[in-house]
């Protein structure tokens, strides 16, 4: 069941705000997507690539999907066709694997790195070192990459009843994507995206500059995982 007041407010709150609002439909059935739609939600994100599949291929084709789980490089093909936004690239080998299903598609796929930027080692993504080794290498080879596009960052919280230590890991986040916004490792206008924010905390993603929140629950209710 789609929560059709919470879809109203955080909707307008995030066209006031010049944020980009991701519905997050994974384990949701493709019903409740369709009735999101219906009320103008354009941008849905999932996690597992084969939900993603089966539901793109029933839902209307002018959906925008986002990939925001983790991604294994040999299941790149599946979602290459027609992904609109892959939000959890955490190493070079993935994103090589991007670049060559984009080649493959004759387009160019957009991606967000991960940053980890939480205290938990359960969560993926590249550390600040991990990200300067990164951008070396996609320096050196940035050439042969024409088919992926580095729109800018994600990452999440820890998951904590703090309120500070999530602004203060979310401010990091967004001080590392200005800092690669104005390098001359990238130095491109097209890196512009700092998706950061979920249901329970988007309010102080978006006050630490977030431009791109995921919500899940609090559009669709809890989710039951078996
Ligand atoms: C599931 C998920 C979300 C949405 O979480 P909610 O708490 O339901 O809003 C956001 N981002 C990622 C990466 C997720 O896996």
Redesign the pocket.
Known sequence: MVNEAAWRALHEECIKKNVKLIA?S?TKPAEDIEDMYALGQRDF?E?YVQELVEKQAQLPADISWHY??HLQSNKVKYIAPFVHLI??VDSFKLLLEINKQGQKNNRVIDVLLQAHIADEETKFGMDERDLIEFFQYYNAQKEALHHVRIRGLMG?ATNTDSDVQVRSEFKKLHDIFKTIQGSEFLGKDYFDTCSMG???DYKIAIEEGGNMI?????LFGK?QYQ
């Not at 995921?214 to 609090?218: F, N, Y």
């Open positions: 997050v994974k994100g996690n925001i789980g939000h959890a999440m979920m249901s329970s995921r919500v899940g629950s609090l989710r």
